[in-house]
């Protein structure tokens, strides 16, 4: 909706002395002030997007949505949505097309919500003028064309959206997508010619195959001062911390639900769109290509460089310089050396105290040579050594902001390449990383093996529910994850501002598509498919494949429980019932410590990191022995013998379930539970307030309390059982 403006007479003055001029910056330069430059530049650099495409973009929502004031939420959605994709999505120019596609899944779920109402509520809102008198037929013409358009093929869409739509001259929607006129006028002519054909087949009049054939510009509504100022403020704000967290309050409800809606829905559709912004990056031929070659324009430090496409030109192998290759090899040498220093000095310090704080600040040794590996591969993107740097960057630089850049990169670049599955299931033995995302979103939308798309589609989902916990510990004082210990404050600063209702929302998405698209297919061990020993040589990963070993079961097997676990056993849900035995055969269930606040630990006594948090617990039980606090145990040993010993040696002081299942029994698989020790706990009525895998930072309190114990009697003091005077 639309807010009043107030004191803007002076703004285009103190943009032009404080800012500058950005009438002759491309979209992606507007994109990468906005991203790189928070604050009045920032600012500036997103309004003038605004301005640009929002006549399109209003239009678009005015011809779907009958009602103005729909119509303007759908827009401000629209640009909400932009700024919450603005640095996963690839454009060279123009970012016309991408907002178009946006605006229309935007308008027809307003769409639909407006029907809904419909049907429960009378409205007289006033209607704008239709295309052919009143009704609802003009919709659903618009409609039709609109669905026409989008079905075009990539090299025709852009430009129909460019040249009709935004009303572009032949000569700007050329340079904006990276075409020669002639080339552009060709594709319009195309473009034209198949949508009139469509159009015919859907039996529509000849003046709405002319309104789809015939350039928009003299139909271009012109955007109200009021609308710009309120949609780049609600932008600002939904690009801040408040707005990721979903606190920026001051945002319409109407505006910010269609949003996220949007995005939510977005993990197929962003990549078809990064497909057509990627087609348009790699159209410009001829003069562009001999001129970006003749000068290499310096990328800012951190940033995605413009991408060069490769003339095409067979060369024979012998001819090849050897330098850029050479250069790798010898970084790798470097990495080696640095390796071996730090473990030198590692070895020498005589405690754990000593040795955690060398760790903290020089580990990974690698971590100084990333960015000479991210400036190989951006001196040479047509060598085979630019993939191979950019590897390496991705998997061994994981803690540096650098590692995003590359797996982007190689995300953009590669989008087909089989090697970058291989790459992202490398990464599950590294600490979470946010580089592991765009590379398993390249794969499920452009891998040409349809098992490689289930397999990746599965593990973009688990990953997103382990970053999501991840985050979630962040976010808490006093906690700190154990993979938080391989990240700089920076670096995780970034992950605090992930936004964790968004991760888990596109988890269930991608659980949903696998049950629904790949079900039957069969899952591959991981460590089968990156075998040991490959040393610091990227290259040899993905060279050293033959056949990844297959495992029993399919993907629906693992999806089913995934999926219940995020519906059933997120945060602020009550917890599913455990009935079993004790080793003693004694039954009990989880619903019988109802009223107390309860710790269950999932673990196991051949788990070191379990037996390492008994102290812990031992002290947990003692000091809220008297207080309405238990802690529960489910033993994932397939025989009891263990666990006996530890109970009589005093090791353990709770009450445990124990099934000859062990990890695979039913408890276990009913909580989706792979990794040890795995802790839940729980409110006095039985929900969820903090799940997490593994310790949290280093072991115990100076009192030798777990690292969540405050959260424990913050519980106890919500249920009445606050400590006694």
């Given at each position: 909706?639309?807010?009043?403006?107030?004191?803007?007479?002076?703004?285009?003055?103190?943009?032009?002395?404080?800012?500058?001029?950005?009438?002759?910056?491309?979209?992606?330069?507007?994109?990468?002030?906005?991203?790189?430059?928070?604050g009045a530049t920032g600012q500036e650099a997103f309004r003038s997007l605004v301005s640009r495409h929002g006549p399109m973009v209003l239009g678009f929502c005015r011809s779907m949505l009958k009602n103005p004031h729909e119509a303007e939420d759908a827009f401000q959605a629209t640009f909400l949505v932009l700024v919450r994709r603005a640095r996963s999505i690839w454009i060279r120019d123009s970012v016309g097309p991408w907002?178009?596609?946006?605006?229309?899944?935007?308008?027809?779920?307003?769409?639909?919500?407006?029907?809904?109402?419909?049907?429960?509520?009378?409205?007289?809102?006033?209607?704008?003028?239709?295309?052919?008198?009143?009704?609802?037929?003009?919709?659903?013409?618009?409609q039709g064309?609109?669905?026409e358009i989008t079905r075009l093929p990539t090299s025709l869409r852009g430009p129909i959206v460019l040249c009709c739509l935004e009303g572009l001259n032949y000569d700007l929607a050329a340079n904006r997508l990276g075409l020669t006129e002639p080339t552009l006028r060709g594709r319009l002519h195309r473009a034209r010619k198949r949508l009139a054909s469509r159009l015919r087949e859907?039996?529509?009049?000849?003046?709405?195959?002319?309104?789809?054939?015939?350039?928009?510009?003299?139909?271009?509504?012109?955007?109200?001062?009021?609308?710009?100022?309120?949609?780049?403020?609600?932008?600002?704000?939904?690009?801040?911390?408040?707005?990721?967290?979903?606190?920026?309050?001051?945002?319409?409800?109407?505006?910010?639900?269609?949003?996220?809606?949007?995005?939510?829905?977005?993990?197929?559709?962003?990549?078809?769109?990064?497909?057509?912004?990627?087609?348009?990056?790699?159209?410009?031929?001829?003069?562009?290509?001999?001129?970006q070659q003749g000068k290499e324009a310096a990328p800012k430090p951190g940033g995605i460089p413009p991408r060069v496409k490769p003339s095409g030109i067979a060369r024979p192998r012998e001819t090849v310089s050897q330098a850029p290759r050479r250069q790798y090899e010898l970084l790798i040498e470097e990495v080696k050396r640095a390796q071996e220093r730090y473990s030198e000095e590692y070895t020498k310090l005589k405690t754990e105290e000593e040795r955690a704080a060398y760790a903290r600040t020089n580990f990974p040794a690698e971590q100084k040579v990333v960015g000479r590996f991210l400036e190989l591969a951006r001196a040479h993107p047509q060598d085979p050594v630019a993939f191979d740097a950019l590897t390496w960057v991705a998997l061994l630089g994981f803690a540096t902001p650098e590692s995003e850049t590359a797996a982007t990169l190689l995300a953009r670049d590669y989008p087909r390449d089989k090697r970058l599955w291989i790459i992202s299931e490398d990464m599950r033995r590294m600490p979470i990383t946010m580089a592991r995302e765009p590379l398993l979103r390249a794969v499920i939308e452009h891998n040409?093996?349809?098992?490689?798309?289930?397999?990746?589609?599965l593990d973009l989902a688990q990953f997103l529910m382990e970053e999501a916990e991840f985050v979630q510990l962040l976010k808490m004082p006093g906690l700190k994850p154990w993979h938080a210990q391989f990240y700089p404050e920076e670096r995780l600063a970034r992950f605090r501002s992930l936004d964790v209702k968004l991760m888990t929302d596109d988890a269930e998405h991608l659980l949903q598509r696998v049950l629904d698209e790949f079900p039957g297919v069969v899952p591959v061990k991981w460590w089968t498919v990156t075998p040991p020993g490959v040393g610091l040589d990227s290259s040899?990963?993905?060279?050293?494949?033959?056949?990844?070993?297959?495992?029993?079961?399919?993907?629906?097997?693992?999806?089913?429980?995934?999926?219940?676990?995020v519906r059933t056993l997120g945060l602020g849900k009550t917890a599913p019932e455990i009935e079993g035995t004790d080793i003693d055969g004694h039954r009990f269930k989880l619903s019988d410590y109802r009223g107390k606040v309860v710790v269950l630990d999932f673990a196991g006594t051949w788990c070191g990191f379990c037996k390492q948090m008994y102290p812990e617990f031992r002290e947990l039980v003692k000091r809220y022995k008297d207080r309405p606090f238990t802690?529960?145990?489910?033993?994932?040993?397939?025989?009891?013998?263990?666990?006996?010993?530890?109970?009589?040696?005093?090791?353990?002081?709770?009450?445990?379930?124990w099934e000859s299942g062990g990890a695979k029994g039913r408890i276990p698989r009913d909580w989706n539970v792979h990794a040890y020790p795995r802790i839940y706990i729980l409110d006095h009525q039985g929900v969820i307030r903090l799940k997490f895998t593994?310790?949290?930072?280093?072991?115990?309190?100076?009192?030798?309390?777990?690292?969540?114990?405050?959260?424990?009697?913050?519980l106890l003091k919500e249920c009445g059982g606050a400590a006694k005077p």
């Open positions: 909706m639309v807010t009043r403006l107030a004191h803007t007479s002076w703004q285009p003055m103190d943009t032009l002395f404080n800012v500058g001029t950005l009438s002759g910056l491309t979209d992606r330069e507007l994109l990468d002030r906005f991203l790189d430059e928070p907002l178009y596609a946006v605006a229309g899944r935007v308008a027809r779920r307003a769409r639909r919500q407006s029907l809904r109402r419909q049907k429960l509520e009378v409205s007289t809102v006033p209607e704008i003028p239709s295309l052919e008198g009143s009704g609802s037929d003009w919709l659903d013409t618009y064309i609109h669905e859907r039996g529509l009049t000849e003046p709405a195959m002319m309104v789809a054939i015939e350039p928009f510009r003299v139909n271009l509504p012109t955007l109200p001062p009021a609308l710009i100022e309120s949609t780049v403020r609600f932008s600002m704000r939904w690009s801040s911390i408040q707005g990721l967290l979903g606190m920026a309050t001051d945002i319409p409800d109407s505006v910010t639900a269609l949003a996220r809606a949007v995005v939510r829905a977005m993990p197929l559709f962003a990549g078809k769109l990064t497909g057509l912004t990627g087609l348009l990056a790699t159209c410009a031929l001829g003069t562009a290509v001999l001129a040409p093996d349809r098992d490689t798309r289930g397999r990746a589609c040899k990963i993905y060279r050293s494949i033959k056949e990844p070993e297959r495992e029993s079961g399919t993907l629906a097997d693992r999806a089913r429980p995934a999926l219940a676990e802690l529960l145990g489910v033993m994932a040993d397939e025989d009891k013998t263990p666990l006996q010993r530890e109970i009589a040696a005093g090791e353990i002081t709770w009450q445990c379930w593994g310790q949290l930072g280093d072991p115990g309190t100076p009192d030798r309390l777990p690292r969540f114990a405050p959260i424990i009697e913050s």
